[in-house]
């Protein structure tokens, strides 16, 4: 399967813009060209784009995405490494929801106390 950049922009919920934008800042591995130059997506850069995305929207900084990114390119021998950074970034996901799960639970106890204990709360 090869996927135009519209194509692939469909299938992510990015725009082609930003695909442009990840090739270019060093966020993508490799996206190969036809013989005409145009872009062309394949299932692993698909699963590519999903990664990157949801490293993004947890929050990991474009440099860490980058450096990642970077020895992903590089191939073997930096595992170690890339572990680092995916630990460090779950780690910093895993602090996030703790204290998402202490806000939520401040907002539940004061809910329980408009509603005299009741949970009538849609």
């Known amino acids: 399967m090869d996927l135009t950049i519209a194509e692939t922009a469909e299938r992510t919920g990015l725009t ?9 800042d060093g966020l993508m591995l490799e996206v190969p060209r036809s013989s005409s130059g145009h872009r062309r997506y394949s299932e692993g850069e698909l699963g590519w784009i999903e990664l990157i995305t949801r490293l993004r929207t947890t929050g990991m900084p474009i ?3 980058r450096r990642y990114a ?3 390119r590089a191939g073997e021998g930096n595992e170690a490494e890339r ?3 995916l630990c460090r970034h779950r780690d910093a996901v895993r602090d996030r929801l703790e204290a998402e799960a202490r806000h939520l639970a401040a907002i539940e106890r004061k809910i329980a106390v408009y509603l005299g204990e009741a949970d009538n709360c849609h």
């Open 16 to 24: 082609a813009h930003t695909l442009r934008y990840y090739e270019r």
């Open 70 to 72: 970077q020895l992903v």
């Open 63 to 65: 440099r860490d995405v």
């Open 83 to 85: 572990l680092e950074i």
